[in-house]
C-alpha cells in the first residue's frame, strides 16, 4: 500500500516549460520534503515544510517553488526547466517527533 | 551533520549474514545512527537507528562501537530483495541544523543467488 505517492512517476519535458510535480500522503505526518538525486550522488534536499504554513528552502532551492495546499499535500514546481534540472526527485513525509522520513517512488524529470 | 565513510560495494551470498560497515570518526554525542537503504527504482526506504546501544528490528541488527566511531549493519540472512544500496546517515537530535537527511553515496550490496 502506498503511504506516499507522487505523480507523474516520469516526464519529459522541454527547456522553458512550467512543471509541477506532486506529492500527497496518507501517513497523517506533519512534515514534507522534496529531495533530487542525480545518477550515482546521493539525496539533495530542496525544500521542506513542518506544516501548511510553515516553508523552509533546503540546500538547492534555486529554480524551485513549493506549495503545501494542505497537510497531506506538497507540490514542488520548477518555473521554467533547465537541462540541469534532470533528475529523480523524491517526496517524503516525517512525525514532528522522529527524525524517520518515508520516501515515495519517486518521479523521473527528463528536461530537453 | 557529521561525516560517515562506507565502502562502495559489497557481496554476499543467498541466505549467509552480511555485515555492512560505517566508519563516523567525528560523530558527536547528540548523533543518533540512521540507516537506509534504496532499492534499484525505488526511493529510499528506513532500516534502523540507534544511539549508543545495539539494536534489533525485523529487518536488521544494529551493532554501535563502545567509542561510537564505527556501527555495522548486520543482515542476518541475505535475500535477493536485499541487493539494494545501503546508506549511514548521521542525525543530530540537539535540535541544530537543517533537517536534512545527508545520504552519501552508501555501500552497493550485491547478493549473489
Known amino acids: 500500500d502506498a503511504d506516499v505517492t507522487q505523480t507523474p512517476r516520469n516526464r519529459i519535458t522541454k527547456t522553458g516549460k512550467r512543471i509541477m510535480l506532486e506529492c500527497s500522503q496518507t501517513?497523517?505526518?506533519?512534515?514534507m520534503y522534496w529531495y533530487r538525486q542525480d545518477p550515482g550522488l546521493g539525496l539533495r534536499l530542496i525544500y521542506y515544510s513542518f506544516d501548511v504554513k510553515d516553508i523552509n528552502k533546503g540546500e538547492i532551492s534555486d529554480g524551485y517553488s513549493v506549495s503545501r495546499q494542505a497537510q497531506a499535500k506538497f507540490s514542488l514546481s520548477l518555473e521554467s526547466a533547465i537541462p540541469n534540472q534532470t533528475a529523480l526527485y523524491f517526496c517524503?513525509?516525517?512525525?514532528?517527533?522522529?527524525?524517520?522520513?518515508?520516501f515515495g517512488p519517486g518521479t523521473r524529470l527528463t528536461v530537453l | 551533520d557529521a561525516k560517515t565513510t562506507q565502502p562502495n560495494s559489497m557481496e554476499s551470498n543467498e541466505e549467509e549474514p552480511v555485515h555492512l560497515p560505517c566508519n563516523h570518526s567525528?560523530?558527536?554525542?547528540?548523533?543518533?545512527i540512521h540507516w537506509y537503504r534504496q532499492l534499484p527504482s525505488q526511493g529510499p526506504e528506513y532500516v534502523i537507528h540507534g544511539l549508543t546501544s545495539n539494536v534489533n528490528n525485523r529487518m536488521a541488527s544494529l551493532a554501535i562501537a563502545e567509542d561510537r566511531k564505527s556501527s555495522t549493519l548486520i543482515l542476518h540472512r541475505a535475500t535477493l530483495r536485499d541487493a539494494a544500496v545501503y546508506y549511514c546517515i548521521l542525525r543530530d537530535r540537539s535540535g541544530a541544523g537543517s533537517y536534512q537527511l545527508t545520504f552519501g553515496k552508501g555501500t552497493k550490496l550485491s547478493v549473489i543467488p
Open positions: 501517513k497523517g505526518h506533519d512534515r
Open positions: 517524503a513525509t516525517s512525525r514532528l517527533s522522529t527524525d524517520t522520513q518515508y
Open positions: 567525528t560523530i558527536s554525542g547528540t548523533d543518533y
